[in-house]
């Protein structure tokens, strides 16, 4: 099938405006994970699904973002307030299940520049 | 705090030959060590992961080499082909989940 399907592919918002990113997982897959690749970086953990358990939101830079996920679906990251800062390639990954015998796939990401 | 170093920043190979890249690690906790193949525009894609109960992991052209007492490991690519071209990062989890700590990435060039 599919695999994971982020929108918008690119997104371009003035600071202090608010964005919300989706991600779509693979049919199936219980867990979800948002990550962010800033430029020449490597990717931060940003927050972590899996079912109905509550979210591991440890890696939320700041009271400025969020996402939720709808049950085992659809999955909105909300950047409030946006700063120059946060312009970065934002990805979501989904995996069959927890644990790391499950490898995690990722979908292509959304470009975010904060002009 | 970084807690994954990465090296080289950048690598060109000659096609045929070998490409090595490597990382060191802080957490002793960690045990699960996946390297990830990045190419433009698209998100990464799992290459290869090893734990810390053996040395080495073979795939293909891709090896896993692990040193746990000196808390580093390396990704060796044998005949390194134009294809391989993309940006690789070693990452480091513990506990049996996929909250990953990523490297910050070498981007391989294979020259025909």
């Known amino acids: 099938g599919a695999g994971v399907s982020q929108s918008p592919s690119n997104k371009v918002t003035e600071k202090g405006k608010d964005v919300e990113l989706r991600c779509d997982p693979i049919?199936?897959?219980?867990?979800l994970y948002w990550y962010r690749q800033r430029l020449g970086q490597g990717l931060e953990f940003l927050i972590y699904?899996?079912?109905?358990?509550?979210?591991?939101k440890s890696g939320l830079p700041s009271d400025r973002f969020s996402a939720e996920r709808t049950g085992e679906s659809v999955s909105t990251l909300t950047i409030q307030r946006t700063q120059q800062e946060d312009s970065a390639v934002y990805l979501c990954a989904s995996s069959p299940q927890t644990g790391t015998n499950s490898p995690l796939h990722f979908g292509n990401g959304t470009r975010l520049t904060v002009t | 705090q970084q807690q994954v170093k990465q090296s080289p920043q950048s690598l060109i190979v000659q096609k045929g030959g070998i490409s090595i890249i490597n990382c060191a690690y802080e957490?002793?906790?960690?045990?699960?060590f996946p390297w990830y193949q990045q190419f433009p525009g698209k998100g990464p894609a799992l290459l290869i992961a090893i734990r810390p109960d053996v040395s080495e992991k073979k795939e293909g052209r891709f090896t896993i080499s692990f040193n746990k007492s000196a808390k580093q490991f390396s990704l060796h690519i044998m005949d390194s082909q134009p294809g391989d071209s993309a940006t690789y990062f070693c990452a480091a989890s513990k506990g049996g989940f996929q909250k990953l700590v990523f490297g910050t990435g070498t981007r391989l060039l294979v020259s025909p």
């Open positions: 957490n002793t906790a960690f045990d699960y």
């Open positions: 049919s199936g897959h219980t867990a």
């Open positions: 699904f899996q079912g109905n358990s509550a979210p591991d």
